[in-house]
């Protein structure tokens, strides 16, 4: 039989103490050119480099890198902030998935999204970040995850699952009362309309039941596939 082996491990100090959990949330791309290990329980820095936010969250993004056929470090992503307690158990890093649009995507291919969650970013109301790939710093090699779109879930984001073209997004919630449920977004622009920003719509709700008056059922959505 075919035996697997450990080819590299991956550990963070990002942290100012020993609750991280890198790796609690864990994906690969769709054409598995990266990996994404979320650490939702990072005390992460804000942008003034030193203010901590308690239990803000990161991910740490691996990609492959074909001489080596090992992943490797690309980038630590902390959620976007504007220096208030929104971010304080926001959770960043929750859940995520990268969508690599066409057939055989390799790093230089420009179509990529990065979808992560913040579940409990404004006492749980929720929120999934969407990213772009593109050209960094040095404006020839592509290697930046930019910011580009918020999708607001009401308690959303507890998993994010999309398709391989990123452009169907389905986000989970614990939402009493219907026993959980999971919302369906759609992109409505950067398809047909000349648009060059990127928009989602919500096109449908999922529940595990229309009401069970129930605060504690909340487990329908705690897993879905695309």
Request: glycine share 12%; net charge negative; charged share 15%.
């Amino acid at each position: 039989g075919t035996t697997y082996q450990t080819q590299t491990s991956a550990t963070m100090t990002d942290n100012d103490d020993n609750t991280s959990r890198l790796g609690e949330s864990l994906s690969i791309s769709t054409d598995e050119n990266f990996v994404v290990a979320g650490a939702p329980y990072t005390n992460a820095v804000g942008a003034d480099g030193s203010t901590r936010f308690l239990d803000s969250g990161l991910v740490k993004i691996y990609i492959w890198d074909p001489s080596t056929f090992k992943y490797g470090l690309l980038d630590t992503v902390r959620g976007p902030t504007d220096g208030s307690t929104l971010n304080e158990n926001a959770n960043f890093g929750w859940a995520h998935k990268v969508s690599e649009p066409g057939t055989s995507s390799v790093r230089a291919t420009p179509d990529k999204y990065m979808f992560v969650s913040a579940p409990g970013h404004d006492n749980d109301r929720g929120r999934v970040y969407m990213y772009t790939w593109g050209v960094g710093a040095d404006g020839s090699t592509y290697d930046t995850w930019t910011q580009d779109y918020t999708i607001e879930a009401p308690a959303g984001g507890y998993r994010v699952q999309a398709n391989d073209n990123g452009d169907i997004l389905a986000v989970s919630s614990l939402a009493p009362g219907n026993a959980g449920k999971v919302e369906i977004f759609i992109k409505t622009s950067q398809s047909n309309d000349g648009s060059t920003q990127n928009s989602f719509a919500l096109s449908q709700t999922l529940t595990g039941a229309a009401s069970d008056g129930s605060s504690l059922n909340t487990a329908f959505g705690d897993s879905i596939v695309m």
